[in-house]
């Protein structure tokens, strides 16, 4: 288990989860109603489905700015050896 502190990434890695976690349920609950016949929600419930892209671009924004802070770390531990 690392030992590092919580970067600025994994907030966004863990927001851009909850979010597209939120996403994909509201894709479920919207699509339901068409594959049984009932009467379609209102377009309100088709735009919470567009929360499943934007967690994934969270998510994904997380994980570059991680990797762009480990390589910072790398490069400052490198620096003091040298």
Same mark, same amino acid.
């Given at each position: 288990?690392?030992?590092?502190?919580?970067?600025?990434?994994?907030?966004?890695?863990? !927001?851009?989860?909850?979010?597209?976690?939120?996403?994909?349920?509201?894709?479920?609950?919207?699509?339901?109603?068409?594959?049984?016949?009932?009467?379609?929600?209102?377009?309100?419930?088709?735009?919470?489905?567009?929360?499943?892209?934007?967690?994934?671009? +969270?998510?994904?924004?997380? +994980?570059?700015?991680?990797?762009?802070?480990?390589?910072?770390?790398?490069?400052?531990?490198?620096?003091?050896? !040298?």
């Amino acid at each position: 288990m690392s030992t590092q502190s919580a970067d600025r990434g994994d907030t966004f890695v863990k !927001a851009g989860t909850i979010v597209f976690g939120l996403g994909t349920l509201a894709t479920l609950v919207t699509f339901v109603p068409l594959f049984l016949h009932l009467t379609p929600l209102p377009t309100a419930a088709y735009w919470l489905s567009m929360l499943m892209p934007l967690g994934f671009l +969270l998510a994904l924004t997380g +994980l570059l700015l991680s990797a762009r802070a480990q390589r910072a770390r790398v490069r400052a531990r490198d620096a003091a050896r !040298a």
